[in-house]
């Protein structure tokens, strides 16, 4: 007997009994179903987790200045020596591995133009932030040196300040005032949307250091180069630690620290979202987990229903015997129906899993992805699982003595 | 002499049951010839169902010699007495045992699948077969649209799509009522006359009777093994409708 009589004759017994074999297969159709879409959602999750890193650079640190301890006290966070742009420019140049370190510093304040306002970030900057944090412009330019140096009255605003301050009109050479402060804008950022915080990161302004330090946040600095913080960018991903250390030991130097205290913190944005998003996936395997025991007590279904069908068919496999199959061919057919049943059930339940991954792609917003190795592990899983569950009916049914079956009422 | 189809030599079987040994066989030693139509007879127990699972290599002797065609049956494995089974013996059952929800076709058709005969030949043979016990018009025909009688000839259409050397009825009749029990006894005698070798248990002297040899069990031996001129089965059924007839007038 060929393996495709053995599949037609397998066929033709489940089709006899469609209603059974459907409910059969339902077990396999929903746990195949439930580990696909978990793991499509680990997968997307994993997804998002990874743009967003890109989005953030995963080859960024940020270093803060932060309050030291002087004595036992601990000082305000920038009261004391802390960062300046020539620490930047000494990062860039003393570190090799380094690619741009961009100095900024943050106030707020009010935007307003017309009879609107709006209250936006406000990041003092130069022109590294475009490298250091992947922006670029939408229309307009950067700032030029002159206006880097002399602490010009120009501004480069996100997406989100400009919609909300111009709307559809043209925003390039407008003056807005910023603690009513004249600024004109000579440029415009290109869109980033949310973060995965559902922070708005396009809800920004950009204005030279100088103009922030002295014109609006009026901050009593200790240097009059004083930072808030360095956006280092490093050339190559995996030099990370390396430049990590080199950091440290840079800033210790030069900002005279010794090793037991802290003046400074050397953060990497891409290590804490990668921290936040192992919860998430810890928690995802664990569902994909539960979902596997609903995978494997649907294969304990398929054995208990290949029994049964296999003591309600006692006098054809008698029949079938007498009119010549091996014991051999006996095993091979109900296997192969065990696994027929498993391979359908697989199928509907990808299908299924594709559907409902659409679905909450669609109208939930969440991102699925079905890999093609979860695809071909989870069909060859169910078939395994036929193989595993339909061997021992297989067994009992080869095993039968012909005259003893024949007899079977 | 001519040629020897199955040949049984001091044939024994015994059974262990409840402690108790039993003897459901007990020295048979038998010779039956291509073109014989044999009826096993004798009261239930008597061995005689024992006898047609030894002949029909369902079950092996525990002692004693069986020949089929020549071949000896006694050491051989549950696979290869599968594949003996197929080649030398079509079975005909008192239960028909057909598949349910299977047309008469495929139903005809399940012996040549276990010995890989092409698929069109395969459908070419059953089909002849269903032509020659009258079922030429109900091959798509599932066996819960048949009746009783017309389900036994699709059995034994089934019994000689592979050309059997023998056939083995196993109380033919025994579900049918009396007329259709004496159209499927025509059908075996019509086969017979082709010069099928058949071998039929039975406990009713009437259907033995259009057998040609009777062979009498009683208590696992052999008592009585004689010839005699068989019965017509066409000629008592058409009795039988000359009487229902009679009775339909009156």
């Given at each position: ?11 033709v017994?489940?089709?006899v ?393 | ?97 057909l598949l349910p929800r299977t047309s008469a076709l495929d139903n005809?058709?399940l ?31 599932q066996p ?107």
């Amino acid at each position: 007997m060929n393996s495709l009589t053995l599949l037609q004759v397998a066929w033709v017994a489940l089709r006899v009994n469609l209603l059974r074999s459907i409910l059969t297969m339902l077990g396999i159709i929903i746990g195949v179903a439930a580990v696909i879409i978990m793991l499509a959602l680990g997968a997307g999750a994993r997804y998002d987790v990874d743009q967003q890193i890109k989005s953030l650079g995963g080859n960024v640190f940020v270093v803060f200045a932060r309050g030291r301890f002087m004595g036992g006290a601990r000082e305000a966070s920038g009261s004391s020596q802390g960062l300046t742009e020539m620490d930047a420019q000494a990062i860039e140049q003393q570190i090799p591995e380094v690619n741009v370190a961009a100095p900024t510093l943050r106030a707020s304040g009010q935007l307003i133009y017309g009879n609107l306002n709006w209250a936006p970030e406000i990041h003092g900057v130069d022109n590294k932030i475009y490298t250091a944090q992947s922006w670029e412009l939408a229309e307009g330019r950067s700032f030029s040196d002159t206006e880097l140096a002399s602490a010009g009255r120009v501004a480069v605003i996100g997406q989100t300040v400009k919609r909300e301050l111009f709307g559809a009109a043209d925003a390039l050479g407008q003056t807005v005032r910023v603690n009513k402060m004249p600024v004109t804008i000579i440029g415009v950022l290109k869109g980033k949307g949310q973060n995965t915080q559902g922070n708005d990161q396009d809800d920004l302004i950009f204005m030279p250091l100088d103009t922030v330090r002295k014109r609006i946040a009026g901050m009593t600095l200790s240097s009059p180069k004083a930072v808030r913080s360095i956006i280092v960018q490093v050339t190559d991903e995996r030099d990370m630690a390396i430049v990590e250390q080199q950091l440290d030991s840079l800033l210790r130097q030069r900002l005279r620290i010794s090793d037991n205290q802290s003046g400074f913190s050397i953060r990497n944005l891409a290590e804490m979202v990668e921290t936040r998003s192992q919860t998430m996936q810890i928690f995802n395997g664990l569902l994909a987990a539960v979902a596997s025991v609903s995978l494997l007590v649907g294969g304990i279904g398929i054995m208990n229903i290949m029994l049964v069908s296999v003591t309600e068919r006692t006098r054809e496999i008698g029949l079938r015997m007498a009119v010549g199959a091996e014991p051999r061919i006996i095993l091979k057919q109900f296997l192969v129906e065990a696994v027929l049943l498993c391979a359908m059930g697989g199928l509907i339940g990808l299908t299924l899993a594709v559907a409902v991954s659409l679905g909450l792609e669609y109208f939930a917003g969440f991102t699925a992805i079905i890999q093609p190795q979860v695809v071909v592990m989870s069909l060859g899983f169910s078939c395994l699982i036929g193989v595993f569950f339909g061997y021992y009916p297989a067994t009992k049914a080869a095993r039968m003595q012909p005259i003893e079956a024949l007899r079977f009422e | 002499m001519s040629h020897t189809v199955v040949e049984t030599k001091a044939l024994e079987k015994h059974y262990q049951m409840g402690g108790q040994h039993l003897r459901a066989l007990k020295d048979i030693s038998i010779r039956i010839a291509q073109g014989d139509f044999v009826a096993v007879m004798g009261p239930s127990g008597s061995g005689k169902s024992t006898f047609m699972n030894m002949i029909g290599c369902l079950d092996a002797p525990s002692r004693g010699q069986i020949l089929l065609q020549g071949e000896a049956l006694t050491q051989l494995s549950a696979a290869a007495l599968a594949k003996v089974r197929n080649k030398y013996i079509g079975f005909v059952f008192q239960q028909f045992n057909l598949l349910p929800r299977t047309s008469a076709l495929d139903n005809v058709l399940l012996p040549l699948l276990y010995n890989n005969t092409p698929r069109d030949e395969a459908r070419a043979r059953a089909q002849a077969c269903l032509q020659l016990v009258g079922l030429g018009d109900r091959l798509d025909h599932q066996p819960s649209q048949l009746s009783g009688g017309q389900q036994q000839r699709v059995a034994i259409a089934r019994a000689l799509v592979n050309d059997p050397a023998l056939i083995l009825a196993d109380e033919p009749t025994g579900a049918l009522d009396t007329e259709t029990g004496l159209e499927v006894m025509q059908l075996l005698q019509q086969l017979h006359q082709q010069g099928k070798t058949i071998v039929l248990v039975t406990h009713e002297s009437d259907i033995a009777a259009f057998a040609s040899r009777q062979l009498l069990f009683k208590d696992g031996s052999l008592i009585s093994d004689r010839s005699s001129i068989p019965h017509s089965a066409s000629a008592e059924l058409a009795l039988l409708r000359q009487q229902r007839m009679k009775e339909v007038a009156v």
